[in-house]
Protein backbone atom coordinates (compact mmCIF):
# COMPACT_ATOMS: atom_id res chain seq x y z
CA UNK A 1 0.00 0.00 0.00
CA UNK A 2 2.65 2.51 1.01
CA UNK A 3 4.47 1.57 -1.92
CA UNK A 4 1.80 2.11 -4.49
CA UNK A 5 1.09 5.52 -2.88
CA UNK A 6 4.92 6.64 -3.65
CA UNK A 7 4.43 5.22 -6.91
CA UNK A 8 1.28 7.89 -7.14
CA UNK A 9 3.29 10.95 -5.58
CA UNK A 10 6.12 10.17 -7.61
CA UNK A 11 4.30 9.93 -11.48
CA UNK A 12 2.22 13.27 -10.43
CA UNK A 13 -1.07 11.50 -10.59
CA UNK A 14 -3.87 13.09 -9.03
CA UNK A 15 -5.61 11.24 -5.83
CA UNK A 16 -7.80 11.86 -3.10
CA UNK A 17 -5.78 9.38 -1.59
CA UNK A 18 -4.02 11.53 1.78
CA UNK A 19 0.07 10.79 1.69
CA UNK A 20 1.12 9.73 5.29
CA UNK A 21 4.23 9.10 7.38
CA UNK A 22 6.25 11.16 5.29
CA UNK A 23 9.69 12.26 5.96
CA UNK A 24 12.60 13.53 4.28
CA UNK A 25 15.49 15.86 4.84
CA UNK A 26 15.30 19.50 6.41
CA UNK A 27 15.22 22.21 3.83
CA UNK A 28 16.79 24.53 6.35
CA UNK A 29 19.60 23.47 8.85
CA UNK A 30 19.60 25.20 12.70
CA UNK A 31 22.30 27.87 13.21
CA UNK A 32 21.94 28.87 9.17
CA UNK A 33 20.42 31.87 7.83
CA UNK A 34 19.21 31.91 3.62
CA UNK A 35 21.39 33.53 1.47
CA UNK A 36 18.88 35.73 -0.48
CA UNK A 37 16.81 37.93 1.46
CA UNK A 38 16.19 41.34 0.27
CA UNK A 39 16.47 43.34 3.70
CA UNK A 40 19.72 45.12 3.28
CA UNK A 41 21.60 43.09 5.35
CA UNK A 42 24.72 41.06 5.32
CA UNK A 43 24.58 37.43 6.24
CA UNK A 44 27.05 37.76 8.90
CA UNK A 45 24.72 40.29 10.33
CA UNK A 46 22.08 38.16 10.30
CA UNK A 47 23.80 35.11 11.42
CA UNK A 48 24.86 37.08 14.52
CA UNK A 49 21.64 38.53 15.07
CA UNK A 50 19.54 35.36 14.74
CA UNK A 51 21.96 33.27 17.36
CA UNK A 52 21.21 35.77 19.65
CA UNK A 53 17.84 35.88 19.68
CA UNK A 54 17.17 32.51 19.46
CA UNK A 55 18.96 32.85 23.18
CA UNK A 56 16.49 35.60 24.01
CA UNK A 57 14.21 33.08 22.87
CA UNK A 58 14.67 29.75 25.21
CA UNK A 59 14.55 32.60 28.00
CA UNK A 60 11.39 33.89 26.88
CA UNK A 61 9.78 30.48 26.76
CA UNK A 62 11.09 29.86 30.03
CA UNK A 63 10.02 32.92 31.49
CA UNK A 64 6.64 32.44 30.09
CA UNK A 65 6.13 28.83 31.13
CA UNK A 66 7.50 30.04 34.66
CA UNK A 67 4.57 32.30 35.08
CA UNK A 68 1.74 29.66 33.87
CA UNK A 69 3.65 27.19 36.67
CA UNK A 70 2.63 30.20 39.37
CA UNK A 71 -0.19 30.94 37.75
CA UNK A 72 -1.28 27.06 38.68
CA UNK A 73 1.22 26.35 41.31
CA UNK A 74 0.49 29.93 43.52
CA UNK A 75 -0.97 29.44 46.84
CA UNK A 76 -2.19 32.20 50.19
CA UNK A 77 -3.78 35.06 50.91
CA UNK A 78 -3.27 37.02 47.47
CA UNK A 79 -3.88 33.77 45.59
CA UNK A 80 -6.65 35.21 43.56
CA UNK A 81 -5.01 38.39 42.44
CA UNK A 82 -1.65 36.41 41.90
CA UNK A 83 -3.39 34.24 39.53
CA UNK A 84 -4.65 36.88 37.39
CA UNK A 85 -1.92 39.03 37.53
CA UNK A 86 0.53 35.54 36.10
CA UNK A 87 -1.78 35.05 33.75
CA UNK A 88 -1.70 38.31 32.38
CA UNK A 89 1.81 38.27 32.32
CA UNK A 90 2.22 34.70 31.10
CA UNK A 91 -0.30 36.00 27.84
CA UNK A 92 2.47 39.16 27.21
CA UNK A 93 5.14 36.92 26.83
CA UNK A 94 3.10 34.40 25.11
CA UNK A 95 2.90 37.45 22.35
CA UNK A 96 6.92 38.48 22.76
CA UNK A 97 7.77 34.43 22.09
CA UNK A 98 6.10 34.98 18.71
CA UNK A 99 7.28 37.87 18.04
CA UNK A 100 10.89 36.87 18.65
CA UNK A 101 10.44 33.42 16.46
CA UNK A 102 9.30 35.55 13.41
CA UNK A 103 12.01 38.00 13.77
CA UNK A 104 14.60 35.48 13.79
CA UNK A 105 12.31 33.95 10.71
CA UNK A 106 12.51 37.22 8.61
CA UNK A 107 16.17 37.71 9.01
CA UNK A 108 16.54 34.23 7.36
CA UNK A 109 17.32 32.14 10.01
CA UNK A 110 15.39 28.75 12.03
CA UNK A 111 14.07 29.58 15.18
CA UNK A 112 14.36 27.27 18.37
CA UNK A 113 10.82 25.87 18.79
CA UNK A 114 10.91 23.11 20.79
CA UNK A 115 11.14 22.12 24.45
CA UNK A 116 13.91 19.99 24.97
CA UNK A 117 15.96 22.39 22.63
CA UNK A 118 14.82 25.45 24.49
CA UNK A 119 15.52 23.62 27.99
CA UNK A 120 18.81 23.05 26.78
CA UNK A 121 19.68 26.42 25.73
CA UNK A 122 18.20 28.96 28.17
CA UNK A 123 20.30 30.84 31.31
CA UNK A 124 17.26 30.66 33.47
CA UNK A 125 18.05 28.51 36.40
CA UNK A 126 15.62 25.54 36.53
CA UNK A 127 12.82 25.72 39.26
CA UNK A 128 11.65 22.63 40.95
CA UNK A 129 8.98 20.68 40.11
CA UNK A 130 6.70 21.39 43.63
CA UNK A 131 5.11 24.68 44.72
CA UNK A 132 6.81 27.27 46.39
CA UNK A 133 5.63 30.45 48.52
CA UNK A 134 5.07 33.59 47.11
CA UNK A 135 8.22 35.47 48.05
CA UNK A 136 9.82 32.61 45.91
CA UNK A 137 7.93 32.49 43.23
CA UNK A 138 8.01 36.17 42.75
CA UNK A 139 11.72 36.17 43.21
CA UNK A 140 12.23 33.48 40.32
CA UNK A 141 10.44 34.93 38.35
CA UNK A 142 12.07 38.81 39.12
CA UNK A 143 15.72 36.96 38.25
CA UNK A 144 14.03 35.36 35.23
CA UNK A 145 13.40 39.00 34.44
CA UNK A 146 16.79 40.49 35.08
CA UNK A 147 18.57 37.46 32.58
CA UNK A 148 16.32 38.89 29.80
CA UNK A 149 16.82 42.95 30.58
CA UNK A 150 20.29 42.58 30.45
CA UNK A 151 20.46 40.31 27.60
CA UNK A 152 17.99 42.88 25.76
CA UNK A 153 19.66 45.75 26.28
CA UNK A 154 23.10 44.03 24.95
CA UNK A 155 21.44 42.94 22.07
CA UNK A 156 19.88 46.50 21.29
CA UNK A 157 23.00 48.15 21.26
CA UNK A 158 24.86 45.50 19.33
CA UNK A 159 21.62 45.55 16.81
CA UNK A 160 22.13 49.46 16.20
CA UNK A 161 25.84 48.60 16.00
CA UNK A 162 25.24 46.39 13.03
CA UNK A 163 22.52 48.75 11.30
CA UNK A 164 19.80 46.10 11.92
CA UNK A 165 17.43 49.10 13.60
CA UNK A 166 14.45 46.88 12.97
CA UNK A 167 16.14 44.85 15.66
CA UNK A 168 17.23 47.14 17.79
CA UNK A 169 13.63 48.99 17.54
CA UNK A 170 11.47 45.99 18.01
CA UNK A 171 14.37 44.90 21.59
CA UNK A 172 14.00 48.03 22.99
CA UNK A 173 10.08 48.85 22.15
CA UNK A 174 8.59 45.38 22.83
CA UNK A 175 11.22 43.06 24.64
CA UNK A 176 12.55 45.77 27.17
CA UNK A 177 9.28 47.84 27.95
CA UNK A 178 7.16 44.74 28.41
CA UNK A 179 9.43 42.84 30.79
CA UNK A 180 10.36 46.44 32.68
CA UNK A 181 6.85 46.76 33.59
CA UNK A 182 6.60 43.13 34.70
CA UNK A 183 9.52 43.57 37.05
CA UNK A 184 7.48 47.01 38.57
CA UNK A 185 4.30 44.72 38.97
CA UNK A 186 6.36 42.00 40.88
CA UNK A 187 8.46 43.94 42.51
CA UNK A 188 5.60 45.82 44.39
CA UNK A 189 4.30 42.60 45.85
CA UNK A 190 7.71 42.67 47.57
CA UNK A 191 7.21 45.56 49.51
CA UNK A 192 6.11 44.99 53.27
CA UNK A 193 3.57 47.14 54.68
CA UNK A 194 0.73 46.86 56.78
CA UNK A 195 -2.16 45.17 55.88
CA UNK A 196 -4.66 46.28 58.60
CA UNK A 197 -3.38 48.44 61.03
CA UNK A 198 -1.39 51.23 59.77
CA UNK A 199 2.10 51.79 62.05
CA UNK A 200 2.40 54.09 64.89
CA UNK A 201 4.09 57.58 64.22
CA UNK A 202 7.77 57.64 66.06
CA UNK A 203 7.19 60.08 68.77
CA UNK A 204 3.68 58.02 69.85
CA UNK A 205 5.69 54.85 69.42
CA UNK A 206 7.98 56.61 71.89
CA UNK A 207 5.42 57.83 73.96
CA UNK A 208 3.84 54.74 74.91
FE1 LIG B 1 -5.69 29.28 34.09
Excluded at 34 to 59: F, K
Excluded at 85 to 104: G, M, S
Aim: hydrophobic share 40%.
Amino acid sequence: MLRKQNHERDTGDASAQPHFHQSAPEIQPYGTVSHLIPLGLEEPVRLEMTEQLNGLLADTMTLRDLYKKSHWQVAGATFYQLHLLFDKHYNEQVELVDAIAERVQLLGGVSIAMAADVAETTRIARPPRGREEVPVQLSRLLDAHQVIILETRKLARRAMEMGDDGSNDFLVSEVLRTNELQVWFLSEHLVKVPLVEARKPLSAAGAA
